[in-house]
């Protein structure tokens, strides 16, 4: 396809309320979104690396200088045939799959445009509608977490994930089992123990927490395999999983019994769908993870938790949850049975509220072919 410009913008976007994980507190959202224009459409694609290099090694400002340097002007002189293409063509440059998935998950929006078909139907999806779930942020104070569950049980929502540190975790496990007893509960610990929690870790079980999502290193196997022999209780991987390769390592050590997969941090949706299959093929279940999404990135992941293996809830939940006034539309709703309906439109399915953007972006860069114009 031709590639006659790509956009790059940043937005600052204030969260409805401020979310807090065991690595800190993010209130104030910076969301990189490109736009690639070619042949009369325009693709989106969003960002979906956080203000620091906490969660990955990547951030707002090491993806925009990537994509600025290297994988803009690599795009306009490779311009791929479709989105499947891009990993090969951004090949010379590793890691930053954040930045990657920016750019390859906005050429699958153009390709699913020029064919006329869902986002959706393209990737191979084949549900009409997803489960969701909700991930709440570490609260002031348990009588306000259980304040917030009980919200987002009355909305529908069929998983409710806490993030959990030392110092907020049993207890407040033991509190929320108590008034729920009935809802379908796990945890996320963005890597804030080390093995010799071990003992703790398997004190967890008594919850019948549905999984907990990385317990140990951001960048380990190992070690939560040897967790996982000590735990009845499912560990689901996060940060560890980078691609396919990351997905069989884990399963085969046994690792985790669930993944989640975020379409940045494997670098878009082609390695998406690989990591999908290879966990398909091995009986791992997978849900599709959250990263603080505006409705661009929300409308990808939607599109994605189509596909079969996304069996079990996902942090995909409705724009309201995030922002006052989100930037497609319609916003993302969520039924009060907890599913979101795929929209049948060809492309994402949402329309973008172009003047909003505008007015919400504080730093715009175009990158045309030979060029880079400010
Ligand atoms: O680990 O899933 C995570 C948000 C930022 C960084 C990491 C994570 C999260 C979430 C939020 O859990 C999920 C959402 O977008 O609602
Ligand atoms: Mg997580």
């Not at 590793?94 to 050429?107: D, F, H, P, Y």
């Not at 938790?305 to 996304?310: E, Q």
Request: charged share 25%; aromatic share 6%.
């Amino acid at each position: 396809m031709k590639i006659d410009e790509i956009v790059l913008r940043e937005l600052n976007l204030r969260l409805v309320r401020p979310f807090q994980t065991s690595f800190g507190v993010t209130r104030d959202r910076r969301v990189v979104l490109a736009e690639i224009h070619s042949e009369g459409l325009i693709g989106w694609g969003e960002c979906t690396a956080g203000e620091h290099p906490h969660f990955s090694e990547e951030s707002v400002d090491s993806c925009w200088q990537v994509i600025v340097d290297e994988l803009g002007p690599t795009l306009l002189r490779h311009e791929p045939e479709n989105g499947g293409e891009c990993p090969r063509i951004f090949g010379l440059v590793r890691g930053n799959r954040m930045a990657k998935a920016t750019l390859e998950n906005a050429i699958w929006d153009i390709e699913a445009q020029r064919a006329g078909v869902p986002l959706s139907d393209l990737l191979g999806g084949v549900r009409e509608k997803i489960p969701c779930g909700v991930s709440i942020g570490i609260q002031a104070s348990i009588s306000e977490l259980l304040e917030v569950i009980e919200r987002e049980v009355a909305a529908g929502y069929q998983r409710i994930k806490l993030k959990c540190k030392p110092g907020w975790d049993m207890e407040v496990f033991e509190k929320v089992r108590h008034r729920f007893p009935g809802i379908t509960l796990s945890c996320d610990a963005n890597s804030a123990y080390r093995l010799r929690d071990a003992d703790h870790l398997a004190a967890f079980d008594a919850f019948d927490l549905l999984m907990v999502e990385q317990p140990l290193w951001y960048d380990d196997f190992y070690y939560h395999s040897m967790l996982q022999k000590r735990l009845d209780t499912a560990i689901c991987l996060d940060e560890s999983i980078r691609n396919r390769r990351d997905a069989l390592a884990a399963i085969e050590m046994e690792s985790c019994r669930i993944i989640n997969i975020k379409l940045g941090r494997v670098g878009g949706f082609s390695e998406a769908i690989a990591v999908h299959n290879a966990a398909y093929e091995r009986g791992i279940p997978v849900w599709c993870g959250g990263m603080l999404e505006s409705g661009i990135g929300r409308s990808h992941n939607i599109a994605l938790s189509t596909l079969a293996n996304f069996s079990l809830p996902g942090d995909v939940s409705a724009s309201k949850r995030y922002w006052a006034e989100d930037i497609i539309e319609p916003e993302v709703t969520v039924s009060a049975t907890g599913e979101i309906a795929i929209s049948q439109e060809p492309g994402r399915g949402y329309a973008v509220k172009t003047e909003l953007i505008e007015r919400l972006t504080v730093r715009k860069e175009h990158l045309r072919a030979h060029a880079v114009v400010g």
